[in-house]
């Protein structure tokens, strides 16, 4: 059992930055890998990006690479998620997840979800 609370999101200007945390609790979090998907309205789920327990290996989707980093504080039981140079196709309802295993770009694979969070990019 996992439980995952994200920080609030945000308005911000295109081309501005913003970053997500995200708190676990329950089970040991450094054993799980970790990830983000975001849902923009009307559309599918969409894996954002991932990084393994060990904080060794990332994985991001072509539309954020480059431009997204996550990283994760198992001191502090925190994965985020950096967000530069925003775009308004950004805009979406953002969400933490967990997995016990290593990186799958699904959100099917994925045990444990955070309650989502609104991030609008203005132009």
């Known amino acids: 059992q996992v439980q995952l609370v994200e920080s609030a999101g945000g308005l911000v200007q295109a081309g501005g930055s913003l970053r997500l945390s995200c708190v676990a609790s329950?089970?040991?979090?450094?054993?799980?890998?970790m990830a983000w998907f975001r849902q923009a309205r009307g559309k599918e789920r969409q894996f954002v990006g991932a990084i393994s327990w060990t904080g060794d290996s990332t994985s991001y989707a072509d539309s954020v690479k480059g431009r997204f980093t996550i990283s994760r504080d198992n001191a502090k039981n925190t994965v985020y998620l950096q967000m530069d140079s925003l775009k308004p196709e950004d805009t979406a309802v953002y969400y933490c997840a967990a997995r016990w295993g290593n990186i799958r770009r699904i959100n099917q694979d994925y045990d444990y979800w955070g309650q989502g969070t609104q991030v609008t990019v203005s132009s």
């Open positions: 329950g089970r040991t979090f450094s054993s799980y890998t």
